[in-house]
């Protein structure tokens, strides 16, 4: 079932050439069976559902994540950045060389409604990290979740592969990818 307050404008579909836009949805079951209740599995249904409980106990999450994640050429699968080129990896000359994707990316996210606060290379070959604006409630998984999608929408326009599982295997290196997480606190909103 989509739920309408999710409704973003996705400004990389398209390259901008048409207004595109998603809704995130949760299943539900069909009406002529459980009277279309939502079902317990989904997972951003359970998610609204602890929130609701931690609301009851007189607490608020208010949590952002940290994503690092891994950019493939997509024709034979290396890091776009790493290796004998680039052995200082966490340099401003590297940051340099990809600016303007960072920062368009940045840019294309931010016109999606994903506020990315902070964005950089990281230490493995072709890893790079972006660190979202703390949000309250299901609003910090809904971002995460756009962010991913995003990400990886627009490397493809760019001939790229982004991977944000846990271990990447290029070029005889094991790369890792972590998020963080904050704890739940009683607040005044």
């Not at 607490?59 to 493939?72: D, G, R």
């Not at 979202?132 to 790229?160: H, N, T």
């Not at 790369?175 to 904050?182: D, Y």
Request: with cysteine; aromatic share 12%.
């Amino acid at each position: 079932m989509p739920k309408a307050s999710t409704l973003r404008s996705l400004p990389w579909a398209t390259g901008g050439k048409y207004r595109v836009g998603e809704f995130l949805c949760e299943t539900s079951w069909m009406p002529s069976y459980r009277d279309g209740a939502p079902q317990a599995a989904c997972p951003r249904y359970l998610a609204r559902r602890q929130l609701r409980r931690l609301d009851e106990l007189g607490l608020h999450l208010y949590s952002a994540f940290e994503p690092e994640f891994t950019v493939l050429n997509r024709s034979d699968h290396k890091p776009i950045f790493g290796g004998v080129v680039h052995s200082q990896i966490c340099t401003s000359h590297l940051l340099t060389e990809f600016e303007s994707f960072l920062y368009d990316t940045e840019q294309l996210l931010l016109g999606g409604g994903i506020d990315v606060v902070k964005l950089h290379t990281e230490f493995g070959p072709g890893q790079l990290e972006f660190v979202l604006q703390p949000k309250y409630g299901i609003e910090s998984a809904d971002s995460m979740f756009r962010l991913r999608a995003g990400v990886k929408e627009i490397c493809l326009q760019k001939g790229w592969l982004a991977t944000f599982m846990a271990q990447v295997r290029c070029a005889k290196i094991l790369l890792f990818w972590g998020t963080l997480f904050t704890e739940a606190r009683s607040v005044k909103r």
